[in-house]
């Protein structure tokens, strides 16, 4: 039996640190991860708006805390779909970081109106800021994306598919089991089964749910373990052992 074979964990895969625009300063790769061992989750993933430049600083404060953090980043696609994308390695996370950054438009960032866009050491010291606006789409389709992530090792679903806002289901009808993704994400978990129920998305859909944090304030606290998908149990076996 592996590490990761139990029935179910308290994770949250799904957050953002003071790299995104909209992500609170307070929202420290160190700060997120401490705040997540203490809540008692198993494990957790740094996901920024299309930059990975912050995991980094979430792997070494993992270790400190002793919680495991898989890097990833919540990718923009084309078509403004949202998909959370996870890497086994820190190396596979930066390597489609940089693919995904060269496809953003040169837009530039303004602070004053979308936020600061951090790059922290585990100290919380600033280290660089991004320039280019990671809120916007890049340039990769939808399509493409499963196999993009698949040849890091990685492991990816759309993000928040019961929202109203840059899901799949919001902004291109429905779901089918053609695009390639196995899991899915929901805001609130009760709302998989009317959506599956209403042909949104396919029946055999791996449902999970994430916080999508931002703020502190809003990090998982699960009170009981939930159901992990096996692709993403053998991503964390692959990446912690």
């Known amino acids: 039996m592996g590490r990761f074979s139990a ?21 420290t790769p160190a700060t997120l991860v ?3 061992k203490a809540l008692g989750l198993d494990f957790i993933a740094l996901t920024d708006h299309n930059s990975s430049l912050n995991c980094p600083a979430a792997l070494e404060a993992g270790r400190f805390y002793q919680i495991p953090v898989l890097p990833g980043m919540e990718l923009c696609t084309a078509e403004e779909v949202h998909v959370v994308c996870l890497f086994p390695t820190l190396e596979a996370a930066l390597a489609f970081g940089e693919e995904v950054y060269a496809a953003l438009p040169p837009i530039q960032n303004d602070p004053a109106i979308f936020g600061d866009q951090l790059v922290m050491d585990t100290e919380d010291q600033i280290v660089g800021r991004v320039d280019k606006l990671l809120i916007n789409a890049c ?16 492991v990816c679903w759309p993000a928040h598919l019961d929202k109203g806002a840059n899901s799949l289901v919001s902004n291109l ?28 998305v396919p029946a055999d859909i791996k449902a999970i749910t994430n916080s999508d944090a931002h703020y502190l304030k809003d990090i998982k606290d699960p009170s009981q373990g939930e159901y992990l998908p096996g692709e993403i149990r053998a991503l964390l076996e692959t990446a912690v052992g």
């Open 34 to 36: 401490g705040m997540a």
């Open 139 to 154: 340039s990769i389709p939808l399509s493409q994306v499963p196999q993009r992530v698949a040849a890091g090792g990685g």
């Open 7 to 27: 029935p179910a964990y308290k994770y949250d895969l799904h957050l953002h640190s003071c790299l995104s625009p909209c992500g609170d300063n307070e929202m």
């Open 173 to 200: 009808g429905i779901m089918s089991g053609e695009m390639g993704f196995s899991i899915g994400e929901f805001a609130r978990i009760e709302r998989a089964g009317q959506m599956i129920a209403d042909g949104l």
